[in-house]
């Protein structure tokens, strides 16, 4: 391990966040290693293809560590899991199946890591948690924060619920853990921000999760704040961008739309409802990309 830098393995790497994520890491000084159920483009990147609803791959996937084509296994092989691996979206698989390959990975790190001594985990965990779909359901009060009602409205939102649960309990079992969740928002590349314009005449396409989104860069960068927290035990965190996806100003949206949500403050302009005071406060967490950016 080079210096002072901390080891990371990145679950799901070679997905939506973690194409963005492993440079961001890489570019951060930290040694990056990916586990992923497809191989690496990249004949040069460090990675292990397995299968993580699978516990021996998971076990022998999180102690594999080197360049050394014959390094072996060993305990403790990274400072911090980062755990994105997931089917990202309800109904892409039967619910069964998406609820059993979910729950069956995210157990699986959580505990293999556990047993290899590995007490840091940066785990992606949903905005849908507490209760997205919005346009399904009530909003008690505004803005949404991390003190919300949790609720599984489908499958993949279950996940979530539960997934948050199990990572409290491996933390109440074991002080020495922390389990990050953070809820991340509606992940956007620079290259989706074009569709943006469509939902302008239009805001009940976007009430689902109140306008809310992340900048893919910015989930990066929030990812990167949990993985030098180092707080035991679990905590939940929203990772949302400081503005919705709307001109339209929020207090507008909040009239029209939830009329009877209590308001704890006033809204400026188009400020996102999703609150990410918290992770701001706690984590250091700053956005700096908007969907408003020139390209």
């Known amino acids: 391990m080079p210096g002072d830098s901390k080891r990371i393995a990145v679950t799901g790497g070679h997905g939506k966040v973690g194409k963005v994520l492993v440079p961001y890491l890489k570019d951060k000084g930290?040694?990056?290693?990916?586990?992923?159920?497809?191989?690496?483009?990249?004949?040069?990147?460090?990675?292990?293809?397995?299968d993580l609803t699978d516990f021996g791959q998971t076990l022998d996937a999180l102690s594999s560590v080197g360049e050394d084509t014959y390094a072996r296994a060993e305990p403790r092989a990274f400072d911090v899991v980062v755990?994105?691996?997931?089917?990202?979206?309800?109904?892409?698989?039967?619910?069964?199946?998406?609820?059993?390959?979910?729950?069956?990975?995210?157990?699986?790190?959580?505990?293999?890591?556990?047993?290899?001594?590995?007490?840091?985990?940066?785990?992606?965990?949903?905005?849908?948690?507490?209760?997205?779909?919005f346009d399904k359901t009530d909003v008690p009060y505004v803005p949404v924060d991390e003190d919300y009602p949790m609720r599984g409205y489908?499958?993949?939102?279950?996940?979530?619920v539960l997934g948050e649960e199990m990572a409290r309990q491996f933390c109440l079992n074991d002080p020495e853990m922390r389990i990050t969740c953070?809820?991340?928002?509606?992940?956007?590349?620079?290259?989706?921000?074009?569709?943006?314009?469509?939902?302008?005449?239009?805001?009940?396409r976007r009430l689902w999760n109140l306008w809310t989104y992340i900048d893919n860069r910015d989930a990066a960068q929030g990812i990167e704040c949990a993985?030098?927290?180092?707080?035991?035990?679990?905590?939940?965190?929203?990772?949302?961008?400081?503005?919705?996806v709307m001109r339209r100003p929020t207090a507008e949206l909040l009239d029209r739309y939830y009329p009877q949500a209590e308001r704890k403050k006033a809204f400026t302009g188009n400020e996102v409802i999703l609150s990410n005071a918290k992770a701001k406060r706690v984590l250091g967490f700053k956005p700096v990309h908007r969907w408003t950016d020139p390209a």
């Open 30 to 50: 930290y040694d990056v290693f990916v586990i992923d159920r497809d191989a690496p483009s990249d004949p040069d990147e460090l990675a292990m293809v397995a």
């Open 227 to 244: 993985v030098r927290y180092d707080v035991r035990g679990k905590d939940a965190f929203l990772i949302t961008n400081d503005e919705t």
């Open 182 to 204: 953070l809820r991340l928002s509606n992940v956007m590349d620079p290259e989706e921000y074009a569709k943006f314009e469509g939902w302008q005449d239009d805001p009940t």
């Open 154 to 160: 489908n499958v993949y939102a279950l996940t979530k």
């Open 83 to 133: 755990h994105l691996a997931s089917i990202p979206h309800p109904r892409m698989l039967p619910d069964s199946d998406e609820f059993r390959l979910n729950m069956m990975a995210t157990y699986n790190v959580f505990e293999a890591a556990r047993r290899l001594g590995i007490k840091d985990i940066v785990w992606a965990a949903s905005e849908v948690g507490i209760g997205v779909p």
